[in-house]
């Protein structure tokens, strides 16, 4: 059973914009407790954006002020908008829970940012 599926991703020159999706199933969706991950190869998985319990937004240093993170709680959909997209942007970009239980892990996503 498919929790998670990712998608958007592609080639993009740097300084591009890119826009994410992650649909959930209905069971894994939860507002206030998504988040974006990343992998670069040979590096480890990181979270680079997500919602809080609180109800606000959190992100990586690395990707503040260029990445956006946003959902519509009706098509149990989280969006990560990329702009000012950076060569080390390129990762698989994952979603999920931030908090467990942990679903299990989709495909991702490939985003790759190259001239």
């Known amino acids: 059973q498919v929790h998670l599926v990712e998608s958007g991703g592609g080639l993009v020159q740097p300084g591009g914009s890119l826009r994410l999706s992650c649909v959930a199933s209905?069971?894994?969706?939860?507002?206030?407790?998504m988040g974006w991950y990343r992998q670069a190869p040979g590096k480890q998985r990181e979270l680079v954006a997500f919602?809080?319990?609180?109800?606000?937004?959190n992100y990586a240093d690395s990707v503040r002020g260029r990445f956006t993170i946003s959902r519509d709680n009706a098509k149990k959909t989280v969006y990560l908008q990329m702009n000012s997209l950076k060569p080390e942007d390129t990762a698989v970009y994952f979603c999920?829970?931030?908090?467990?239980?942990?679903?299990?892990w989709g495909q991702g996503t490939q985003v790759m940012v190259s001239s």
């Open positions: 999920n829970r931030v908090v467990g239980p942990f679903a299990s």
């Open positions: 919602f809080s319990s609180m109800g606000g937004t």
């Open positions: 209905g069971s894994i969706f939860r507002p206030n407790a």
